[in-house]
T-cell receptor, first 111, second 115 residues
Framework: KNEVEQSPQNLTAQEGEFITINCSYS?????LHWLQQHPGGGIVSLFM???GKKKHGRLIATINIQEKHSSLHITASHPRDSAVYIC?????????????FGKGTLLTVNP | DTGVSQDPRHKITKRGQNVTFRCDPI?????LYWYRQTLGQGPEFLTY????????KSRLLSDRFSAERPKGSFSTLEIQRTEQGDSAMYLC?????????????FGPGTRLTVL
């Protein structure tokens, strides 16, 4: 079992819909990242969380440390949001600088 | 600040050949990471440098792989005697340990295809 699990693996939505992507992890962490990867490989960091909630534009990320769960929400989704969204954690203790990644969620937003 | 750059972006090679990739981190960043990503999977950690010191190597990094960061700036990742299983996207990231957030910034990746 992977230390970081994401759901769903694939998500198709219509433009304007509210999107939720979930991430669960099984280890103690010092931080959780949400990343966006477009076709061609480039990865952009969206959020880094250690507690609570962060908002940037139409994106909202939340984390529940006790439940070891995080969600990424996209409001008023748009076709340009189509990408792979990856959850990654920094495991606490030991090597706390490297990231352990989920497999990603492929989001397709249709016009 | 032009971000993290990687060269080449794509590399096609025949099995058994050696390949070398380069990563130029953001100039003030003292930490540099290499990850590998195969199709349909998330990236996996390969190795990490703080300045010029290689502080950790994953068991994924077999003896055929070597990474250097000679002056604490750019880094190279060499794969000797490539195998078809080495085909993947090789991602480089950098960060600055002096900031509390220590966010990793990723390069565009080098896609390796071994025929």
């Amino acid at each position: 079992k992977n230390e970081v699990e994401q759901s769903p693996q694939n998500l198709t939505a219509q433009e304007g819909e509210f999107i939720t992507i979930n991430c669960s992890y099984s280890v103690g962490i010092s931080a959780l990242h949400w990343l966006q990867q477009h076709p061609g490989g480039g990865i952009v960091s969206l959020f880094m969380l250690s507690s609570g909630k962060k908002k940037h534009g139409r994106l909202i990320a939340t984390i529940n440390i006790q439940e070891k769960h995080s969600s990424l929400h996209i409001t008023a989704s748009h076709p340009r949001d189509s990408a792979v969204y990856i959850c990654a954690v920094r495991v606490s203790g030991g090597s706390n600088y490297k990231l352990t990644f989920g497999k990603g969620t492929l989001l397709t937003v249709n016009p | 600040d032009t971000g993290v750059s990687q060269d080449p972006r794509h590399k096609i090679t025949k099995r058994g050949q050696n390949v070398t990739f380069r990563c130029d981190p953001i100039s003030e960043h003292n930490r540099l990471y290499w990850y590998r990503q195969t199709l349909g999977q998330g990236p996996e950690f390969l190795t990490y440098f703080q300045n010029e010191a290689q502080l950790e190597k994953s068991r994924l990094l077999s003896d055929r792989f070597s990474a250097e960061r000679p002056k604490g700036s750019f880094s190279t990742l060499e794969i000797q005697r490539t195998e078809q299983g080495d085909s993947a996207m090789y991602l480089c990231a950098s960060s600055f340990s002096g900031r509390a957030t220590d966010t990793q910034y990723f390069g565009p990746g080098t896609r390796l295809t071994v025929l």
